[in-house]
């Protein structure tokens, strides 16, 4: 079991930037892949950035290409979400899945571990 903890929420004016830790304990192994997800009120929850399976490569949703950075400290099983030029659509509850396999599509999937979720709000 997995055990995983998001953190860096917060409050934050349109523009501004914040920065999301996600921590791993438990069993984890170096094909665990780690990820980001969002879920804004009434909406389902949808897939942010994550890093290949297996691979090195980050990869994004296009509505925060070029303004979210994934970035990972492998010695501490610790995976970041730099949030820069937020907007308030990004306003939402950030959750960090992990799986042994990809996590793009981590929603749904029984053998994915979730976070409890961090809040960020990005006022207008």
């Known amino acids: 079991q997995v055990h995983l903890v998001e953190s860096g929420g917060g409050l934050v004016q349109a523009g501004g930037s914040l920065r999301l830790s996600c921590a791993a304990s438990?069993?984890?192994?170096?094909?665990?892949?780690l990820g980001w997800f969002r879920q804004a009120p009434g909406k389902e929850r949808e897939f942010v950035a994550a890093?290949?399976?297996?691979?090195?490569?980050?990869y994004y949703a296009a509505s925060v290409k070029g303004r979210f950075t994934i970035s990972r400290d492998t010695a501490k099983n610790t995976v970041y979400l730099q949030m820069n030029s937020l907007k308030p659509e990004d306003t939402a509850v950030y959750y960090c899945?992990?799986?042994?396999?990809?996590?793009?599509?981590?929603?749904?999937?029984?053998?994915?571990?979730w976070g409890q979720g961090t809040q960020v709000t990005v006022s207008s």
């Open positions: 899945a992990g799986r042994f396999g990809s996590v793009r599509n981590a929603v749904g999937l029984e053998d994915a571990d």
């Open positions: 438990g069993r984890t192994f170096s094909n665990y892949t």
């Open positions: 890093f290949t399976w297996g691979g090195n490569s980050p």
